[in-house]
T-cell receptor
Framework: EPEVTQTPSHQVTQMGQEVILRCVPI?????FYWYRQILGQKVEFLVS????????KSEIFDDQFSVERPDGSNFTLKIRSTKLEDSAMYFC?????????FGEGSRLTVL | KNEVEQSPQNLTAQEGEFITINCSYS?????LHWLQQHPGGGIVSLFM???GKKKHGRLIATINIQEKHSSLHITASHPRDSAVYIC???????????FGKGTRLHILP
C-alpha cells in the first residue's frame, strides 16, 4: 500500500541552525501539507501546497519557514534559523479526494 | 475558545464496552476527519465525513452538519483501540485543517 515517507525520523540541532525536513508524498496525490505537534499539545496546521505553490498558511508559518517541491517527488520544509520553540514533531500529509495520508513524522529537537 | 472541541479529554473503559467520543466545531466546514494517533506518534486517518454516517469494521462515525457535531463510536472495544482520537475539520473557505486536542482512550483488558 502506498505511503507517505518522511526523513529524518529524528533530528537534533543547535539553535540558529537551518533544518530541512523531507517528505515523499504518495505519487498521484495533488495536495500536500505540513503540520506540527509540540509535545503534549494538539496538532497544528502549518501550510498547504497545491500546484507548486502555497495555497494556505497559518500564522505559525512565518518567514523562518519555507516549503518546496524541488523535483516533483520530494516535498520539503525548511526552517532557516531554528529556535527552541521549534522543537516538535512535524508531520507531512498528502491528499487526494480530501482523504489525508500522514507520514510517520519527523521529531525535531532544538538545543 | 477552541474552534474544535472534543469530549471527553480522557476515557478509560473495560474491554468490550461501547465507546463514544464527541466533537463540536464552530466554523463552517467542507469535511470533518477522525484521526487515530498511536503512542509512537503516527497518525492514521479513520474517516472523512461531510454528511451522514460511515462505518468501518467496529468503528462508526456520524456527523450532524446543522448542529455542528460529530461522534465516533467504537463497538466491542479492545485494548488495541487504545490511542488518541483526534477530530479535525477542513474549513469551508480553504485548505486549512483545524485540529481538536484529542481524546485519549485507554481500554483495559
Amino acid at each position: 500500500e502506498p505511503e507517505v515517507t518522511q526523513t529524518p525520523s529524528h533530528q537534533v540541532t543547535q539553535m540558529g541552525q537551518e533544518v530541512i525536513l523531507r517528505c515523499v508524498p504518495i505519487s498521484n496525490h495533488l495536495y500536500f501539507y505540513w503540520y506540527r505537534q509540540i509535545l503534549g499539545q494538539k496538532v497544528e496546521f502549518l501550510v498547504s501546497f497545491y500546484n507548486n505553490e502555497i495555497s494556505e498558511k497559518s500564522e505559525i508559518f512565518d518567514d523562518q519557514f519555507s516549503v518546496e517541491r524541488p523535483d516533483g517527488s520530494n516535498f520539503t520544509l525548511k526552517i532557516r534559523s531554528t529556535k527552541l520553540e521549534d522543537s516538535a514533531m512535524y508531520f507531512c500529509a498528502s491528499s487526494v479526494g480530501g482523504e489525508l495520508f500522514f507520514g510517520e513524522g519527523s521529531r525535531l529537537t532544538v538545543l | 475558545k477552541n474552534e474544535v472541541e472534543q469530549s471527553p479529554q480522557n476515557l478509560t473503559a473495560q474491554e468490550g464496552e461501547f465507546i463514544t467520543i464527541n466533537c463540536s466545531y464552530s466554523v463552517g466546514i467542507s469535511a470533518l476527519h477522525w484521526l487515530q494517533q498511536h503512542p509512537g506518534g503516527g497518525i492514521v486517518s479513520l474517516f472523512m465525513l461531510s454528511s451522514g454516517k460511515k462505518k468501518h469494521g467496529r468503528l462508526i462515525a456520524t456527523i450532524n452538519i446543522q448542529e455542528k457535531h460529530s461522534s465516533l463510536h467504537i463497538t466491542a472495544s479492545h485494548p488495541r483501540d487504545s490511542a488518541v482520537y483526534i477530530c479535525a475539520v477542513r474549513s469551508f473557505a480553504g485548505d486549512k485543517i483545524i485540529f481538536g486536542k484529542g481524546t485519549r482512550l485507554h481500554i483495559l483488558p
